[in-house]
């Protein structure tokens, strides 16, 4: 053995039984748009050959925007979101007929699973997509999973298939979540630039500190660039999951447990349940503001936030709706599932003892926070946050430029 990075094998990627592998719309189109079937059947090949080796795939695709140009004689991704929802409608249909097909060559079947992130931060919601995905993984099928971008409007503007595939690595409880790429790693600046250096593994956030992340790609049908699939990463490896970032070209050597690519090391352990997708996948219905002391005695103490702790309610949540709390001074303490509708909550106190929100349905916002800005959407829409979503202060140079 040298001793170099790429020749050691990865003993994290080696012991996984189950991964989650997602794959960008930039790995699944040809240079002229439409699918790329030859692609497609390469990384299926791959995929194919790690279940028959007893490793539980979970595939999360993206492509159905892609997918859906060409049979609607789009050029290019429209800027609109009505046509981009009406290309993934289309194209969602021809990406999964895609994948059965081309799983059907392995004897294999495969399940479409479609997941709107906010959905899935409510716990019954979260415990119904989990057991679906649980089942069909037990019955020998293949999750191929996507947003559901007719619905999920937001999502096709703001969201992003990384951020997902993170979530749903921490749905089904993966050991291993595997980003492909048109890119064979993380580098430090963008990689067409000349001497730019891949990143063979990140162990933490100081390693991201001289990092410049673009926020889109070459190809121009794939969303967020390197943002957000290092914010995925984040996420992952915050929850216990390690990730490795490469090509689509060497998905085989990423899953034999070779030094391809970037690895990023867990940092973290596992959070409770749906809480993780509280955090990052929901979107507040509302906001309740706190007194000093509930604000502290319900962030730190655990203790539930009762009626007689709420000074004020901003929105029209309903019981089950993800809420901000607030300090006194506005500011974002931690995020929770209402026990109550906005309306059962009196504006004058005194309060009857009623629970607003129960401790395990409540996670603490890590200051310090700041809504970040996300990737200009090549739709054109307004570089804005995406309403609510707020992530731990990046590094400067992992947060885009407006
Ligand atoms: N620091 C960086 N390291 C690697 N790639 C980067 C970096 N900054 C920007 N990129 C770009 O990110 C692109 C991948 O993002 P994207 O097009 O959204 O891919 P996908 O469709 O696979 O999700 C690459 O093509 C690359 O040009
Ligand atoms: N749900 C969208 C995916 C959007 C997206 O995140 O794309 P990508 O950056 O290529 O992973 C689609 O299927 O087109």
């Known amino acids: 053995m040298t001793g170099r990075t790429e020749d050691v094998l990865r003993a994290d990627v080696l012991t996984a039984r189950r991964i989650v592998v997602k794959v960008g719309s930039s790995s699944l189109t040809t240079a002229v748009g439409g699918l790329d079937s030859d692609r497609v059947d390469a990384l299926v090949d791959v995929l194919a050959r790690a279940r028959a080796a007893g490793t539980e795939i979970v595939l999360v695709s993206s492509g159905a925007i892609a997918a859906g140009l060409a049979p609607l004689g789009l050029a290019e991704r429209p800027r609109d979101l009505a046509r981009q929802q009406a290309a993934a409608c289309v194209g969602q249909g021809l990406l999964v007929a895609r994948y059965t097909a081309s799983f059907a060559r392995h004897g294999l079947r495969v399940g479409q699973v479609l997941l709107t992130a906010d959905d899935v931060g409510r716990r019954t919601q979260y415990r119904n997509a989990h057991r679906a995905l649980s089942q069909v993984l037990a019955m020998g099928a293949v999750p191929v999973v996507n947003e559901n971008d007719t619905v999920a409007t937001a999502e096709i503007r703001f969201g992003d298939n990384d951020r997902l595939a993170a979530l749903v690595a921490h749905l089904v409880r993966a050991d291993l979540l595997v980003l492909l790429s048109d890119v064979d790693g993380l580098y430090d600046g963008d990689p067409g630039r000349p001497g730019a250096r891949r990143l063979a593994e990140v162990r933490g956030p100081?390693?991201?500190?001289?990092?410049?992340?673009?926020?889109?790609?070459?190809?121009?049908?794939?969303?967020?660039?390197?943002?957000?699939?290092?914010?995925?990463?984040?996420?992952?490896?915050?929850?216990?999951?390690?990730?490795?970032?490469?090509?689509?070209?060497?998905?085989?050597?990423?899953?034999?447990?070779?030094?391809?690519?970037?690895?990023?090391?867990?940092?973290?352990?596992?959070?409770?349940?749906?809480?993780?997708?509280?955090?990052?996948?929901?979107?507040?219905?509302?906001?309740?503001?706190?007194?000093?002391?509930?604000?502290?005695?319900?962030?730190?103490?655990?203790?539930?936030?009762?009626?007689?702790?709420?000074?004020?309610?901003?929105?029209?949540?309903?019981?089950?709706?993800?809420?901000?709390?607030?300090?006194?001074?506005?500011?974002?303490?931690?995020?929770?599932?209402?026990?109550?509708?906005a309306r059962e909550l009196p504006r004058t106190r005194p309060s009857p003892p009623r629970e607003v929100v129960h401790p395990d349905d409540l996670v603490p916002v890590a200051g310090p926070t700041r809504a970040v800005e996300r990737p200009v959407p090549r739709d054109g829409t307004p570089a804005r946050g995406r309403t609510g979503v707020r992530i731990r202060v990046l590094p400067a140079s992992a947060v885009p430029g407006p």
Request: negative net charge; hydrophobic residues 45%; aromatic residues 2%.
């Open 206 to 341: 100081g390693d991201l500190r001289d990092v410049e992340l673009g926020s889109a790609g070459l190809a121009g049908v794939g969303t967020g660039g390197m943002v957000t699939k290092v914010e995925a990463a984040r996420i992952a490896t915050d929850a216990g999951i390690p990730v490795v970032l490469t090509a689509a070209r060497h998905a085989a050597d990423a899953l034999a447990g070779r030094g391809t690519g970037t690895l990023f090391h867990r940092t973290g352990e596992r959070a409770a349940d749906h809480l993780l997708w509280l955090e990052h996948a929901s979107t507040p219905r509302g906001a309740v503001r706190l007194t000093a002391d509930a604000a502290r005695a319900v962030v730190q103490d655990n203790r539930p936030l009762l009626a007689a702790d709420v000074t004020g309610v901003e929105g029209h949540f309903a019981a089950g709706d993800p809420v901000e709390l607030l300090d006194e001074d506005g500011r974002v303490v931690a995020r929770g599932l209402a026990g109550v509708d």
